[in-house]
C-alpha cells in the first residue's frame, strides 16, 4: 500500500516563473493539505482540499492555487515566484473522518534562483 | 506573539537520559494538540495526540495543560535513534479537519 507520494522531488526554478507540484494521497485517502517549510522552520498550512473544492487555505497569497482532481490527486501550483518561495512543499492525506490520522508524503524541495 | 512557541534547541542529551520539552500555543481556542517527530528533510510523523488527561505510549509521555496553554513531552530512556526534530503542533478543530499548526521544532540529539 503506497503511502503519500509527491513528484517531483526536487525542483529548480528561476525568479517569475510558474511551478506545479503534485500529490497522490494514500489509498483510500480523499482530503489532501498543501505545506510549505521553509529551512529550520516548521510546516506551514497552504491549504486543503476535499471533493475537489478548496476548503481551508492559510495566510498565503493568490499567486499559490490548487486543484484536486475526481481520484483525489491533487496539484499544487505557484505563479510569479519569488525567491522566498525557496523551501520544501509537503502534501499531507487524511480519510475524512480520521483526523488524527494525518499521512504526509517525503516533499518537493523546490529551489528558486 | 507566534501562534506555536517551541525553544529550538540543540538538546545535546547522552543516551540513557530522560528529556523533556515544552511548548506554548497562543490560541486558546485551539482544541487538538499533537506532537510529531522530524527526521532531517523528511517528512513529519506523527508521534502522538496529546489528551487533558495526559497519555503515555511507551517511552513517551505526554502533558496538557489548557489554563497555562502549555503542552510537554517526556522521553525516558532516551534511544540514540530518539535523535530528530520534534514539532509541537495544535489544531482549532479535531486535528487535521483544519490546517495544522506547527512550532518551528525542537531539535534533540542523543549522544552516545
Known amino acids: 500500500d503506497a503511502g503519500v507520494t509527491q513528484s517531483p522531488t526536487h525542483l529548480i526554478k528561476t525568479r517569475g516563473q510558474q511551478v506545479t507540484l503534485r500529490c497522490s494521497p494514500k489509498?483510500?485517502?480523499?482530503?489532501v493539505s498543501w505545506y510549505q517549510q521553509a529551512l529550520g522552520q516548521g510546516p506551514q498550512f497552504i491549504f486543503q482540499?476535499?471533493?475537489?473544492?478548496?476548503?481551508q487555505r492559510g495566510n498565503f497569497p493568490d499567486r499559490f492555487s490548487g486543484h484536486q482532481f475526481p481520484n483525489y490527486s491533487s496539484e499544487l501550483n505557484v505563479n510569479a515566484l519569488l525567491l522566498g518561495d525557496s523551501a520544501l512543499y509537503l502534501c499531507?492525506?487524511?480519510?475524512?473522518?480520521?483526523?488524527?490520522?494525518?499521512?504526509f508524503g517525503s516533499g518537493t524541495q523546490l529551489s528558486v534562483l | 506573539r507566534k501562534e506555536v512557541e517551541q525553544d529550538p534547541g540543540p538538546f545535546n542529551v547522552p543516551e540513557g537520559a530522560t528529556v523533556a520539552f515544552n511548548c506554548t500555543y497562543s490560541?486558546?481556542?485551539?482544541?487538538?494538540f499533537f506532537w510529531y517527530r522530524q527526521d532531517c528533510r523528511k517528512e513529519p510523523k506523527l508521534l502522538m495526540s496529546?489528551?487533558?488527561s495526559g497519555n503515555e505510549d511507551g517511552r513517551f509521555t505526554a502533558q496538557l495543560n489548557r489554563a497555562s496553554q502549555y503542552i510537554s513531552l517526556l522521553i525516558r530512556d532516551s534511544k540514540l535513534s530518539d535523535s530528530a526534530t520534534y514539532l509541537c503542533?495544535?489544531?482549532?478543530?479535531?486535528?487535521?479537519?483544519?490546517?495544522?499548526?506547527f512550532g518551528k521544532g525542537t531539535h534533540l540529539i542523543i549522544q552516545p
Open positions: 489509498s483510500g485517502h480523499d482530503t
Open positions: 499531507a492525506s487524511r480519510e475524512t473522518g480520521r483526523n488524527e490520522k494525518l499521512f
Open positions: 482540499y476535499y471533493e475537489e473544492e478548496e476548503r
Open positions: 490560541n486558546s481556542a485551539s482544541q487538538s
Open positions: 503542533v495544535v489544531s482549532l478543530t479535531g486535528g487535521g479537519a483544519d490546517g495544522l499548526t
Open positions: 496529546v489528551y487533558s
